[in-house]
Every structure is written in C-alpha cells, then in structure tokens.
C-alpha cells in the first residue's frame, strides 16, 4: 500500500500540501532547498553539534539528472563555505551513490564516481568532507569500490558499513586503515537471510562487533545509532582504546533524540547530525517506510518522545 502511495501522484498531493504532514515532515527534514538546509545546519553548529547534509533523492534514471544532483552538491558546498560552516568538516555531505548515477542501465559505475570526484573536489575547495551513504545491498561491492578508487585523490572520503550484513566484520578488517572515515549503522534496506542477519539481537550483536573493531583499528569510526545500550558500548571502547573526544564522533538523525544529541556534546563529545533536504522528501519517507516495517516504528517512536 505504502509503495502503491510512493507513486501516487494524489496521494503525495495530498500529504505534500497537508500542513499537519509538513510541519511533522519539518522534524526530519530541513527544508525544501539549499539555503533553508544552510540556515539549519548553522543554528546546529552554533549548539556544539557538527553536520552532514543530504540532498534527498535517488534511484536518478538518468545521466543528466545525476549530473545535476551532482551540480546540487557543489552549488551546496559553495553555500556552506560561505557561511563559514565548513571549517575544520563542522558541516560536511553525504551522497547516495543511486543518487548521482550507480543505478544506471550503462556506465552506472562511472557517472556515479565522476560526479562523486566532483563534488569531493568542490568539498576540498570548501575545506570539508565527503561521505558516501550505502544503499541496497546489492550496490555494496560497487559503492566500496568507488571509495576505494577516489580515495586515492581524496583519502578523507568516508564509507557506510551496514551491521545487518553477514559480510560487514570483513569490510570493517578491511576499512579500519588509518585515516580512514567509516560510519556504522544497522542498515535501513530489506535483504534475504543470505545476506543479512534476520533478528534485531543478531544485528546489534555485530554492530558491537564491527564497533570494536573500527575503534582498535587506525581509522576514524563515525558511529551512527540512537541506540542507548550501542551509545554506552562506543563510550566503553573509547576508553579501553585510548581515543579521546576527537578520535571519533558518534551521529544522529536530524530530529530523532535530539535532547541525547545535545547531551553527548554538551558532554565533550563530537556528535553529527545527519541532516536532510530537497523537494524529494515524500518518497524518500514513504519507501523508507515501505521497505521495512521497523522504519514506521521508528519514526513513531520519535514523534512522542525527543529524549
Ligand atoms: P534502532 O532503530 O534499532 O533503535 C534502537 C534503540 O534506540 C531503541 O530500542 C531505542 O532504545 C532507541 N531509540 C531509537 N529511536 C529513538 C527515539 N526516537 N527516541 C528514543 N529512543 C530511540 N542506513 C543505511 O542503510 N545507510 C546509510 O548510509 C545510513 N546512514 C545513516 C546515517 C546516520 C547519521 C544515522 C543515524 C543512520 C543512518 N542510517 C543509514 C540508518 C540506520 O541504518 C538505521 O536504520 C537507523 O539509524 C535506526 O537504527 P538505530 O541504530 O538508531 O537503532
């Protein structure tokens, strides 16, 4: 039903117009364009947090369209500069590779790393980071080899690791290098039990796993969770490994938690939000929701609770 609504052009009129729907929407999402994500990611900085800014989208079905998400990018990171919010990564991007063109018929692989080049190139100008997120499952191999490749231009270049597949522990061995920047999440995509671990316990017991692994390792783990018990494990880690406030930062969704986000920061730590924006906002939420019952839950949860 829910997908059946992705693609409905009357049901996505009525919710996109529905201000009850846009004020909820407005939790989660910073706003329509550019300059409005600018002005939201300021007011979070000048709180202690740091930020990642997503130009919602994905799935592009074109090589034009993926080139201007690309244009998006740099246009945002111009922004960014601008108002002197990109110094030393305090507001960085994250990029769906299907975003900028993995998921096409011909040349997917390399629309998608020549337009994440240019825009990790725009982002060096600005003095930032780029982060590419993971998708599907199956676009694993080809995201982690496109970072792999840019890293040789751009070694700060960050990749996602899903605890919810069985494979994640052996690209964390792999990832843990140093300098490099690797977020851990559960992972927000459906996969078969072939790939994926199938329970909750199962998926948080290797999130711890590959949590310590990233923070023995020499690179720089970005632990993305609302997790409480998660949360006291990273702080557990940091001690045992000896890595200090700015050896790695803990990161959060734009609206969810937002009173641990601001405790952990207040409390010295480096804490990133991940912080949404663009017009495509409507199918972004109804997929995510579609494809896993435990996204609705989620986002639920969040709506009554802001601890
Ligand atoms: P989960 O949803 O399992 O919740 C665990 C516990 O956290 C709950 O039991 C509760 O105690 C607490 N909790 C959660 N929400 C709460 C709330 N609103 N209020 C109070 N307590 C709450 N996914 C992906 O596939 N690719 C990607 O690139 C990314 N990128 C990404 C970046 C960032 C910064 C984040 C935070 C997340 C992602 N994700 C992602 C999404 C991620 O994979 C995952 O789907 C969600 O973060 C939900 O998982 P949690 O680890 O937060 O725990």
Aim: proline share 4%; glycine share 8%.
């Amino acid at each position: 039903m829910l997908l059946a609504a992705s693609d409905s052009d009357r049901a996505r009129q009525l919710l996109v117009s529905a201000p009850l729907a846009r004020s909820v929407v407005a939790r989660y999402v910073a706003g329509d364009l550019a300059a409005e994500a600018v002005e939201v990611a300021g007011r979070l900085i000048s709180a202690g947090l740091l930020v990642t800014l997503d130009h919602l989208g994905e799935d592009t079905g074109d090589a034009r369209q993926a080139a201007a998400v690309g244009d998006e990018y740099v246009a945002l990171l111009k922004l960014l500069a601008a108002q002197e919010l990109t110094g030393g990564a305090r507001a960085e991007v994250s990029v769906k590779p299907t975003a900028v063109g993995l998921g096409l018929a011909e040349h997917g692989e390399q629309t998608a790393a020549e337009n994440i080049a240019r825009i990790c190139a725009a982002a060096r100008e600005a003095g930032t980071t780029v982060t590419v997120d993971m998708e599907d499952h199956t676009h694993v191999d080809a995201t982690l080899r496109i970072v792999r490749t840019l890293r040789g231009d751009y070694p700060d270049l960050g990749c996602v690791i899903q605890s919810q597949l069985r494979r994640s522990a052996d690209d964390c061995a792999d990832l843990a290098t140093p300098g490099s920047r690797v977020r851990l999440c559960k992972g927000a995509y459906n996969a078969p039990p072939d790939v994926a671990f199938a329970t909750r316990a199962e998926v948080d017991r290797s999130y711890a796993r590959c949590l310590r692994m990233l923070m023995r390792g020499s690179g720089y783990p970005m632990l993305a969770t609302h997790d409480p018990r998660l949360i006291e494990i990273a702080g557990a880690q940091a001690h045992l490994t000896g890595r200090g406030p700015g050896d790695f930062e803990y990161q959060m969704l734009y609206g969810i938690r937002p009173a641990e986000q601001q405790r952990l920061a207040d409390a010295g730590a480096q804490v990133r939000v991940y912080l949404p924006y663009g017009s495509d906002w409507y199918a972004y939420l109804v997929r995510r929701l579609a494809e896993r019952p435990a996204n609705l839950a989620f986002f639920a949860r969040s709506l009554v609770t802001r601890s």
